[in-house]
Structures are given as structure tokens and as C-alpha cells.
């Protein structure tokens, strides 16, 4: 590794530079007192404190967290269900290679289809359900359904490292079977749990090509507030909305980095 | 029939565990069979029937949207259909040369690195792909617009005329593509360079080979892993966006992704929609297979390493 050609270093920062640059560009331009325009017109931070009044603003990152929550509930509830039936169960190969299968196909589908998939359902479901019409609900539905296969992955990874010794050690104390799922196994799944609700409830927040798809009028998330705003004609609050989102996410990973980083530092687990 | 057998110190049946197990499996396959498995289904079904008068949909089946697809409608043959297919799979090849040409530098950069800092600058390269989609591509239209010093510079070279900003443009849709696909190829190809045996890379050295070949069979052939995964990581997003095309190549720029988009919003002709994303899954398991040809011919030579 001693020798890389000269050009490697120049190549690398331009990369860096293409990523992180138009980030930049934005946050310095939501310090700009100019309302139309990029011209610099001095410093100011009311573009923020005019955001943290706007109304759609609000009720769009209300939309999100609501959303966010909802879904994220359903798919980590039924996402470990779904892993504990599958781990705990001698189920036939073709069984799990089905399921596997299952599990793995949100994941790998392209978000588009997934987005016309589920309009379809949701129009055909209409037909019976007046709750189906577009808006919060299939938001929620919508998002629970991609984030199902997310948990189940993360807390069937956490599964297998779980042995079987603790639950037979319990059972030879005479623990009876409630005991040893709800004292033995949930505890020591809670942390790959948790990690799996953080991870839908990320890919909830951050989605826009399913929510674009399944969301009505009077239902709009962050991301899709944003992009109707490109549509109409920018205006600085939408410059604050977006540093702020882009620190906001910034900042959350790097107190995931750090804790982790901690908790490798501890001598046990 | 009712073998006993033994789970968790506990003797049960099977009949018993599956049960249990089917009792747990049920509400996620149910959600997902109701709202995920059933509908790709009817979607594959959708793609052959027909748009109804009024918008609706009529199922009688016809290999009219495939036509249509390929050109061939009521009034006759036109290439814009195929175009925009062209133009999907063209921007998800180049896009994905010119990341791995920018990733692999970059990987190499990383890797050589004190490992101290490594974990860092890989953090750096991930951070910004957390960041939404809309909020980075509206970050470029931003950084391309009229009176940044980007336009400017195009302005006072001649490139774009006088007050005019940098989108919509190919290039611009070629830079966010980029921007938002590079994470996704540094990733894989750092963890294969990371893991790279620099004695092979010596003795094809010690065996005067050129710096071309040094390259093709000393690293190159060991990075292949890294390297599909990369491939596959970049193109297949890539093939279906329709953010970063609408955003920045404007509303000529049309990707599958966007003619979809159309046919499920103001065009209304869902059928015909189904068939555009018919072709994105089929394009998308192509590539994949293709991909799985390439690894297959470079492994009897170079796999035994790992």
C-alpha cells in the first residue's frame, strides 16, 4: 500500500468534493438574507425562525413522525414475530428458502415497483375499505410494508447469536415457557429489536418514491413538501428545512458511531 | 405421525411447533402477501390488459402495451418509448463506469490510510447517503443555479450563455446520478481492497509485468467480488430513478422511471405503466444474470485465494 500513484489523493478529494459540495451550497444559502435569488445579500437566521412557524412545514414533519411511528409499531411487532416463527420452528428447507426469499424481496425490489405494487392494492382494496383512499393511512401500510422485511433481518441476525444453552438452563430451573420467552429471549433480543425499529423508522422518515406514489392531497411528509416546493419555486425556508434535515441526520450518525463506539470499548459483551 | 421430539429441554410434537410457529409467522405474511406479494403479482397480470375509457382499467388481455413499448402504437411506429428505455439503461452504464472510475481511487485512498482514520473516512464517504434523495438533488439545483460561482465560471468561459443556470442539463443529471451513487460503490470495493494480499501484486512485479497487467491480474482480479457488488449496488438503482432525472434533466430528461411515473399520475393509463416497470424488473434480473456470468468465468482462476 506504500506506493499509490500520485493521482489517486486529487481523485479522491473531487469525489468527496462532489458529495458533500451542493450540500454545503445550501446551508450557507439558508444564511442568506436575500429572498429571490442566490445573490448575497449579508447573514441572517430568520429564514429558521420563520420555518419553525410555517405551517405546512409543521404539519408535514407532523405527517412524517406520525407516520414514521405508526409503521414503524406494525413492522417491528409483526417483523419479530415473523423472525422468532421462523427461527423457532423446524420448518422444511423449502420452507425457509421460500420465506428467505419473501423476506428478501422488498429489500431488493426497486422502490418504483414497490410504489406501483402497493398503489395497485391500495385502489382495489378502495373498492371495499373506504379507509384505503390516499393519505395517512396508506402512508402508514405503505411504509410498514417495506420496513417488515428490514426488522426481520435485523433481529434474526441478533437470533442466531442467541444459543440454546440460557433457554435450556432455564428450563432445567423449571422456567415454563412464558417465563422463558417473555425473561430469557426478549431480553436478550431488545437490542437487536431496537435496531431494527431505529432502522424502519429512518427508512420511513427518508422515503420518497413510495410515499410520492401512495400519499393524497392533504398528506405530505418532509421529502415530499420538499419536492412539490421545486415545483412551485423554492424559498429560503425550504434552504433551513433542508440544512437542518441534512445536520439532523449528520448529527444521528454520529451518535450511533459513538455509542457503538463505546459500548466496543467496554472489556464485557 | 406424532414423533416426539425434544425443543428447549421440552418434548413436543411437530404438529405442535408448526402451530406455534405458523401462529408467529401469520400477521407478516398475511400484511405482506395482502399489500406486497399479491399485488407484484397483479402487476405483472396488469401489464397486459388494457386502459379502460374513462381511465379505469379493462382486463382483457392484449400484447398491446408491449407493442407500444417497442414503438408500435395507433399511429404507427415512433422511436420515443424506445429511447427512453435506451436512454435508462445508457445513464445507469455510464453512471456506474464513471462511480467505480472515482471509487476505486478512492478506495485505494481510504486503504491507505493508518487504520486509525480509515473507519473515519469511510464514515465521511457513507454520511451523505443518508441524507435524502430530494434534499441532495435539491441541493445541486441549488449549487448549478444562475448565480453560483459554478455558472458563473460556465458563464465567463462561454459554456451557457449569459445569466443562464447549469440545469436542467445532462451533465446535471450525470452529477447528482453520481453523487448519489458513489457510497454505494466505495463501500464494497474499499472492503475488497482493505482485504487485498499486496504479495501477488509483488510478484507479478518480480515477473516484470507491465504496470496494465500488474493491475488486471494482481489486483484487479482480486477486487472482482467488491467489484460486482459495487456494479450491482450502483446500476440497479440507477436503472430505475426518476428523482434525480426529473429534478435536474428536466422535462425532456424522461428515464422508465419517470414514464411510470406518468402512467400511474397525470396520464392515468396504468396497464401501460405496469408494462414500463415489467421492463425494469426484467432489465434489473439481466443485469444481475450478467453480472453472475462474469463472476462465474473470473472465479475458476482467481477464487481459491479466499
Known amino acids: ?269 | 405421525m406424532a414423533s416426539h421430539l425434544v425443543v428447549d429441554g421440552y418434548l413436543t410434537t411437530r404438529p405442535r411447533l408448526y402451530g406455534r410457529g405458523g401462529l408467529l409467522i401469520a400477521g407478516a405474511f398475511l400484511w405482506m402477501g395482502l399489500f406486497l406479494f399479491a399485488p407484484l403479482g397483479g402487476l405483472a397480470g396488469l401489464a397486459f390488459a388494457q386502459r379502460g375509457e374513462y381511465g379505469g382499467v379493462e382486463w382483457i388481455f392484449s400484447w398491446a402495451n408491449l407493442t407500444r413499448l417497442a414503438g408500435w402504437d395507433e399511429f404507427g411506429f415512433s422511436w420515443s418509448h424506445l429511447t427512453i428505455l435506451w436512454r435508462s439503461v445508457w445513464l445507469a452504464t455510464v453512471t456506474t463506469l464513471l462511480c467505480l472510475l472515482l471509487g476505486f481511487p478512492m478506495a485505494f485512498w481510504i486503504a491507505a490510510k493508518r487504520p486509525a482514520q480509515r473507519p473515519l473516512l469511510l464514515a465521511l464517504v457513507m454520511v451523505p447517503s443518508c441524507v435524502n434523495l430530494v434534499i441532495r438533488t435539491y441541493a445541486w439545483q441549488q449549487f448549478l443555479g444562475s448565480q453560483m460561482p459554478a455558472a458563473w465560471l460556465a458563464q465567463s468561459l462561454g459554456l451557457v450563455p449569459e445569466g443562464a443556470a447549469l440545469y436542467p442539463t445532462v451533465t446535471a443529471v450525470y452529477l447528482g446520478m453520481v453523487s448519489c451513487m458513489l457510497p454505494f460503490t466505495v463501500l464494497p470495493l474499499y472492503t475488497s481492497v482493505e482485504r487485498l494480499d499486496w504479495s501477488l501484486v509483488e510478484a507479478a512485479r518480480d515477473l516484470h509485468a507491465g504496470r496494465w497487467r500488474t493491475f488486471r491480474h494482481g489486483i484487479l482480479a482480486q477486487c472482482m467480488p467488491g467489484l460486482l457488488a459495487a456494479t450491482i449496488l450502483t446500476f440497479i438503482p440507477a436503472l430505475g430513478m426518476f428523482v434525480i432525472s426529473d429534478m435536474l434533466g428536466g422535462a425532456k430528461f424522461l428515464l422508465v422511471g419517470n414514464l411510470i411515473q406518468q402512467q400511474f399520475g397525470s396520464m392515468n393509463d396504468w396497464p401501460f405503466g405496469a408494462m414500463a416497470g415489467l421492463f425494469l424488473v426484467l432489465a434489473s434480473l439481466v443485469a444481475l444474470w450478467g453480472l453472475r456470468i462474469v463472476s462465474e468465468r473470473e472465479a475458476p482462476h482467481h477464487g481459491a485465494r479466499r
Do not use: C
Open chain 1, 1 to 269: 500500500m506504500r506506493n499509490l500513484p500520485r493521482w489517486i489523493s486529487p481523485v479522491s478529494w473531487i469525489g468527496l468534493a462532489i458529495l458533500y459540495i451542493p450540500l454545503l451550497a445550501v446551508g450557507i444559502l439558508s444564511f442568506n438574507a436575500t429572498r429571490y435569488g442566490q445573490q448575497w445579500g449579508g447573514f441572517t437566521t430568520a429564514w429558521y425562525a420563520m420555518m419553525a412557524t410555517n405551517d405546512a412545514i409543521l404539519a408535514a414533519a407532523w405527517n412524517s413522525l406520525l407516520v414514521g411511528v405508526a409503521s414503524t409499531v406494525i413492522a417491528t411487532v409483526l417483523g419479530t414475530l415473523l423472525a422468532l416463527g421462523l427461527h423457532r420452528t423446524p420448518w422444511p428447507r423449502w420452507f425457509r428458502r421460500g420465506s428467505d426469499l419473501a423476506i428478501n424481496l422488498p429489500v431488493v425490489t426497486p422502490d418504483i415497483i414497490l410504489a406501483i405494487a402497493l398503489v395497485g392494492a391500495f385502489a382495489v382494496l378502495r373498492e371495499w375499505w373506504a379507509v384505503f383512499k390516499p393519505g395517512l393511512v396508506t402512508l402508514i401500510v405503505a411504509h410498514a410494508t417495506f420496513q417488515i422485511s428490514f426488522v426481520t433481518l435485523v433481529v434474526s441476525s441478533r437470533l442466531a447469536t442467541i444459543g440454546r444453552d440460557q433457554v435450556e438452563a432455564a428450563r432445567d430451573l423449571y422456567a415454563n415457557t412464558g417465563q422463558i420467552w417473555l425473561r430469557v429471549l426478549l431480553p436478550q433480543l431488545m437490542p437487536g429489536i431496537i435496531a431494527g425499529a431505529l432502522l424502519a423508522f429512518t427508512i420511513s422518515l427518508d422515503d420518497f418514491v413510495v410515499s410520492f406514489f401512495v400519499s393524497g392531497p392533504d398528506a405530505t411528509t418532509l421529502p415530499l413538501l420538499i419536492y412539490a416546493s421545486v415545483r412551485r419555486g423554492v424559498t429560503p425556508e425550504i434552504h433551513a428545512l433542508s440544512t437542518i434535515i441534512v445536520a439532523g441526520t449528520m448529527l444521528a450518525i454520529i451518535a450511533v458511531a459513538w455509542m457503538q463506539a463505546r459500548r466496543d470499548a467496554k472489556p464485557t459483551e
